[in-house]
């Protein structure tokens, strides 16, 4: 990824493993990244690696959104790119079976503790061109995802919202991405709670005991900056598939079919009549 001027980079949950990731990647390009993370011990690992900025701060916890404030604005930093990279899947199990709290906060980390963040840090952005802000999708999108309900609701929930800011700020191209089956420390939740997973429990396990390597750190980099690059009016408010979508492609027909189809991509019902 070539930048005629240092890109500032915003990563909320760098801690997490494709932050963490995703942060190692934009430094190594020249990139000036600052991120967020709820694990200080790793925290201070990657910033003492990497001398990547790292602020302590846990994204359920809504009352550490002011001191974040004071720490961010320290930096004097104006970010081009605003990557969330943080979600769990507690609680697992059927809706009924599950405490409600423990299912709205999941909600909250999920969905929209993710957009009070962006709402916190908009001002922030560098404001004479268009920044980019990029969120994560997850299972279900297409079909229930049994058990993980909270995290499913949520999932749909950002998706829908990309389109909503695209719609009403021209100054953001809001995108998010699907990244398929990622080796993260997050299937751990699921292999935790093997009876409220359900079939989800044998998916992860089958998973991590295969020789599949799952989506690389490096194909949802490069994906990202093919969003970025493409810009607003191809990707605003749309959801793209790592693995599925035909983004890799030189020719360039995914960008001429999106820019003809203000519906791809985006979150519709299915079977309306013409």
Same mark, same amino acid.
């Given at each position: 990824?070539?930048?005629? !001027?240092?890109?500032? +980079?915003?990563?909320? @949950?760098?801690?997490? =493993?494709? /932050?963490?990731? *995703?942060?190692?990647?934009? #430094?190594? !390009?020249?990139?000036? +990244?600052?991120?967020? @993370?709820?694990?200080? =011990?790793? /925290?201070?690992? *990657?910033?003492?690696?990497? #001398?990547?900025?790292?602020?302590?701060?846990?994204?359920?916890?809504?009352?550490?959104?002011?001191?974040?404030?004071?720490?961010?604005?320290?930096?004097?930093?104006?970010?081009?790119?605003?990557?969330?990279?943080?979600?769990?899947?507690?609680?697992?199990?059927?809706?009924?079976?599950?405490?409600?709290?423990?299912?709205?906060?999941?909600?909250?980390?999920?969905?929209?503790?993710?957009?009070?963040?962006?709402?916190?840090?908009?001002?922030?952005?560098?404001?004479?061109?268009?920044?980019?802000?990029?969120?994560?999708?997850?299972?279900?999108?297409?079909?229930?995802?049994?058990?993980?309900?909270?995290?499913?609701?949520?999932?749909?929930?950002?998706?829908?919202?990309?389109?909503?800011?695209?719609?009403?700020?021209?100054?953001?191209?809001?995108?998010?991405?699907?990244?398929?089956?990622?080796?993260?420390?997050?299937?751990?939740?699921?292999?935790?709670?093997?009876?409220?997973?359900?079939?989800?429990?044998?998916?992860?396990?089958?998973?991590?005991?295969?020789?599949?390597?799952?989506?690389?750190?490096?194909?949802?980099?490069?994906?990202?900056?093919?969003?970025?690059?493409?810009?607003?009016?191809?990707?605003?408010?749309?959801?793209?598939?790592?693995?599925?979508?035909?983004?890799?492609?030189?020719?360039?027909?995914?960008?001429?079919?999106?820019?003809?189809?203000?519906?791809?991509?985006?979150?519709?019902?299915?079977?309306?009549?013409?």
């Amino acid at each position: 990824m070539a930048h005629k !001027e240092t890109t500032n +980079v915003f990563i909320l @949950g760098i801690t997490s =493993d494709i /932050g963490e990731a *995703l942060a190692r990647l934009y #430094k190594n !390009e020249g990139c000036r +990244v600052v991120g967020t @993370g709820r694990n200080v =011990d790793a /925290g201070k690992k *990657l910033e003492a690696e990497t #001398k990547i900025p790292v602020i302590p701060f846990d994204v359920g916890d809504r009352s550490s959104i002011p001191k974040l404030l004071d720490t961010f604005s320290s930096f004097s930093f104006s970010w081009d790119i605003f990557i969330s990279a943080v979600g769990t899947m507690e609680p697992a199990g059927s809706f009924f079976s599950t405490d409600f709290e423990s299912w709205e906060d999941s909600v909250r980390v999920n969905s929209t503790a993710q957009l009070e963040v962006l709402h916190a840090l908009y001002p922030y952005r560098r404001k004479d061109k268009v920044s980019h802000v990029a969120f994560f999708a997850g299972g279900g999108t297409n079909n229930p995802f049994t058990n993980f309900s909270a995290y499913c609701v949520s999932k749909i929930m950002l998706i829908k919202m990309c389109e909503l800011l695209d719609d009403e700020n021209e100054d953001l191209n809001v995108f998010i991405l699907g990244p398929g089956w990622v080796r993260t420390k997050m299937h751990q939740e699921v292999l935790n709670n093997p009876e409220g997973a359900g079939e989800s429990y044998f998916k992860v396990q089958s998973f991590l005991n295969s020789d599949e390597p799952g989506t690389s750190h490096k194909d949802i980099y490069d994906c990202l900056n093919w969003c970025i690059a493409g810009g607003r009016k191809v990707v605003g408010g749309r959801n793209f598939s790592v693995v599925h979508d035909l983004w890799r492609d030189t020719d360039q027909k995914l960008a001429e079919q999106l820019l003809q189809d203000n519906n791809k991509f985006k979150l519709r019902r299915s079977g309306n009549l013409p």
